[in-house]
Structure formats: C-alpha cells, structure tokens
C-alpha cells in the first residue's frame, strides 16, 4: 500500500504506456496528481529524456532496468 493515496479524480496522460522507457507509470502520476505542476514537469522531462538526444532508446532502457536494480525497485 502507498504511502500517498492516488488521486483516482484526474486523469491521467493517455500515451504514457506508449512512450519508450516509461511503460505503466499511471500510478505515479496518480500519485504525482497531488502536485500538478510537479507532474508536468516530470513528464515533460521524461518524454524528453526518453524521446531526444543521440543516444540508442534501447539503451536508454537498459540504463532504467540497470538503475531499478541497483536501487532495489521494482521496474
């Protein structure tokens, strides 16, 4: 059980399971819904971070997976 409840009330980003790197992240942005400005934010920031740059999207997943790991999260 979270700490913070979700906020069931806003709606979430409808393309956040299709964006590389981001899979189902509805439930912290649920949870982030608490704070909206704050959760602009973070998704702009991933969708850059995931859809720019020169590095492989791949690698970029493995980075996550690897960072998951080293941090004992669940990804």
Do not use: W
Not at 9 to 17: G, I
Not at 40 to 65: C, N
């Amino acid at each position: 059980m979270p700490r913070i409840q979700p906020v069931d009330s806003v709606p979430l980003p409808s393309d956040t399971n299709e964006t590389p790197g981001v899979g189902d992240m509805s439930t912290l942005f649920a949870i982030m819904a608490h704070r909206p400005d704050l959760a602009q934010h973070s998704r702009q920031l991933l969708e850059t971070t995931m859809h720019s740059g020169t590095v492989d999207p791949r690698l970029k997943e493995l980075l996550a997976v690897r960072v998951s790991q080293v941090n004992h999260c669940h990804y």
